[in-house]
């Protein structure tokens, strides 16, 4: 079959019987799928037809290792020939998963110690919580049950994760989100505090962050947030849960964006990069303490498991794709090409007018798009438009578009080098200039043009 049929006899399919996550249900059956990936190698995709792009998000901010990694795909076929999966339950284990965890163990700051494993970012968090309100419940203090998330976070899908979720998007898609969820300002410390003191710091379970918010806008925190976070929570006795789901394994030029802020969270909740996408896998580790208070004070059986917890293949896959990044100081390549992606979004900055506040730490940064004349959004979302003619061009980002954001999204692979950030530099401004010159064109700035 000739490729264009193929690829045609797959956007019929797709339409047919592939219900797409976080896409438009109508453009899905207007338009079809605008990419149909076929393979993968470094910072590189090429789909069905032999156009190859750049990815400029590692997918899902999560294929840190890049593409096309064979030790990966080895290391699963030899534990899946040896072993593909068995139960964690009732206290069964297996080599990759005892492994694994002890390596998380080692290489997460300070004292977290003990890992829970689940399949992804979204169960990761819902496991958190859970283990939050136990963990009071057991020491005697069952009222402590609200878990405060801040504004524009971002903590998953699942009922828990998504009224953790401060984007209300997320929140408005049901009217049956659960209950004792409450938010705060994104980088208010005085937010927080008001928080406590209002809904009584003895029913409030724990406080979860991103250390950057990643689906909310890569907001970064201001210097000493996370450390006045820290104290507060210890303060009036609540656990400080760091969303690492997105930021870890080198993310944010450090190996853990809590390092950044020199703070320890009594959970740490891990995915995505975990396994570069390669395999689903997640993790919730917790500090020393709260693993002895939960084998002192527990009795009977942890009623809380996913099928696939520890799941052999995936530990394996983990334990590899952490092995990649020490091994090539990917971490530090982050934090140095982190450093020239940022001066690119400043150059950009400096000479295309509809470009406003830009930001970077390690390889997780964000441009956000203005109307120089206002100094302010654009009635009508600009992102969007940036966005598809980067893909024309050949280079993947995202955008986020939602509570008066207008902003396009940065997280390419670990493994991206000098050459690579200058063409996904050299691309977004030839976008952003071909979308500012239609917006000239159809007299929306007035005459404005490059800055100069």
């Known amino acids: 079959m000739k490729k264009e049929d193929l690829k045609e006899t797959l956007v019929a399919l797709d339409k047919k019987h592939f219900i797409h996550p976080t896409s438009s249900l109508k453009v899905q059956q207007e338009s079809g799928a605008p990419f149909i990936f076929t393979k993968g190698k470094g910072v590189y995709l090429t789909d069905i037809r032999g156009r190859r792009v750049l990815e400029g998000m590692s997918s899902l901010w999560n294929v840190n290792v890049g593409y096309g990694r064979k030790e990966l795909a080895e290391v699963a076929r030899a534990q899946m020939e040896q072993l593909a999966f068995t139960n964690s339950f009732s206290s069964m284990s297996n080599e990759p998963a005892i492994r694994l965890a002890a390596k998380l163990a080692s290489i997460t700051p300070g004292d977290l110690n003990a890992v829970f494993f689940t399949s992804g970012g979204s169960e990761s968090n819902d496991t958190a919580y859970k283990l939050a309100r136990y963990y009071w419940k057991i020491k005697g203090k069952p009222q402590k049950t609200k878990i405060i998330s801040r504004k524009k976070a971002y903590h998953g899908v699942n009922i828990g994760a998504t009224s953790a979720t401060g984007i209300l998007p997320f929140q408005e898609m049901t009217d049956s989100l659960a209950p004792d969820f409450i938010h705060v300002d994104t980088f208010s410390t005085d937010s927080l505090r008001q928080c406590i003191e209002c809904e009584g710091a003895e029913t409030v379970a724990a406080f979860i962050a991103e250390p950057v918010q990643g689906a909310g806008g890569v907001n970064i925190a201001p210097d000493g947030y996370f450390q006045e976070i820290r104290k507060i929570c210890d303060e009036y006795g609540i656990l400080f849960l760091a969303d690492e789901v997105i930021t870890g394994f080198g993310r944010t030029g450090k190996m853990f964006a809590c390092e950044h802020y020199g703070v320890i969270p009594d959970m740490m909740l891990l995915a995505k990069g975990i ?142 080098n000098k050459e690579e950030v200058e063409e996904l530099i050299s691309i977004l401004q030839e976008s952003l200039l071909a979308v500012q010159n239609n917006l000239l064109q159809g007299g929306i700035l007035n005459g404005r043009g490059s800055k100069s």
């Open 275 to 416: 396994t570069s996408g390669y395999i689903p896998l997640g993790a919730v580790i917790i500090r020393e303490k709260l693993h002895q208070d939960l084998i002192e004070c527990s009795e009977g059986v942890l009623l809380h498991g996913y099928t696939y917890s520890g799941h052999g293949t995936s530990c394996a896959v983990g334990l590899k794709n952490i092995e990649i990044i020490e091994r090539e100081n990917l971490v530090e390549n982050s934090r140095l090409m982190g450093e020239e992606l940022l001066k690119g979004f400043i150059k950009l900055q400096q000479d295309i007018d509809i470009v406003g506040e830009v930001r970077a730490l390690g390889l997780i940064g964000a441009v956000e798009i203005i109307n120089p004349i206002t100094d302010r959004r654009f009635q009508e979302p600009i992102a969007p438009r940036v966005s598809a003619e980067a893909a024309k061009r050949g280079l993947i980002i995202r955008t986020v578009v939602f509570e008066g954001m207008d902003t396009l999204v940065f997280s390419p692979p670990l493994v991206i």
